[in-house]
């Protein structure tokens, strides 16, 4: 069994009537609804609840984390960072999604200040560029989403294992939109898709690569392995 815990702001969805249109029941819903499987226990996790939906034991019991934010990030407290962070480190997947580029924990898991280039509704073709990974499984070489939001490089992110997906907007500019990171134990996948006011996570090229990525970064309860005690404190960002 994959124990998959996605996280979401939540918020768009609950104030903005065109995204409320789009995802009734808000992102973590659609996504929960296209991640079914008999193998998977979804839980869902929303900045508005108790403890930031977050906690060590939710942490402890989750295989998979998912991350979409956007408007709210300074929120998510330093301590809920922290703890995603570390269980990463311990071998949880992490899979951030869109805007999820400037949240907390992703950005402590980089190191670096993850700026790019943005720019409102654009046509996007997502590339192939390593079809042999196991997260462009069953992909075709190419693919359009007909409106999304443009990210652009350059991207400041350390050097990634490896790129899966390359984004070329109508407007000119190219993105590393799929990529792969190890820290620690953990495996960690950034995808770009995903801004909230197009309905690009009913696209069904899309769904197939966050359905592969959670399969990818899930390495299961025994590859867990607590971080080192250096000095005798553990390492935190
Ligand atoms: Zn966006």
């Known amino acids: 069994m994959i124990r998959v815990t996605i996280w979401n702001e939540n918020v768009h969805e609950r104030t903005q ?11 973590h819903k659609c996504i929960g609804e296209f991640l079914a499987a008999d193998d998977i226990a979804l839980r869902y996790a929303t900045l508005d609840m108790p403890g930031q939906g977050l906690s060590e034991e939710i942490l402890q019991n989750t295989d998979v984390l998912i991350w979409w934010g956007h408007m709210h990030h300074d929120e998510v407290t330093d301590e809920n960072a922290a703890m995603v962070v ?15 580029h400037h949240s907390k924990p992703f950005r402590w898991l980089m190191g670096t200040s993850c700026n790019l280039r943005w720019r409102h509704g654009d046509r996007e073709r997502i590339w192939c ?3 042999w990974h196991p997260i462009a499984k069953g992909l075709p ?46 495996k960690i996948f950034y995808f770009q898709p995903g801004h909230e006011e197009y309905p690009v996570y009913k696209d069904e090229n899309v769904r197939k690569i966050i359905r ?5 970064v899930h390495q299961g309860r025994e590859a867990r392995c607590p971080m080192p005690v250096i000095m005798g404190e553990k390492l935190e960002p």
């Open 17 to 27: 009537e065109h995204v409320k249109a789009i995802y009734p029941g808000g992102i």
């Open 86 to 100: 570390r269980h990463v480190q311990e071998g949880m997947g992490f899979v951030a999604l869109h805007s999820a």
């Open 129 to 131: 560029a390593s079809p």
């Open 141 to 186: 070489e190419q693919f359009e989403l007909p409106r999304e939001e443009m990210y652009g490089e350059a991207f400041d992110i350390p050097r990634p294992d490896d790129v899966v997906f390359l984004g070329w907007f109508a407007g000119g500019e190219a993105f590393r939109s799929g990529l792969t990171f190890t820290r620690g134990a953990g």
């Open 212 to 216: 592969n990525a959670v399969r990818w």
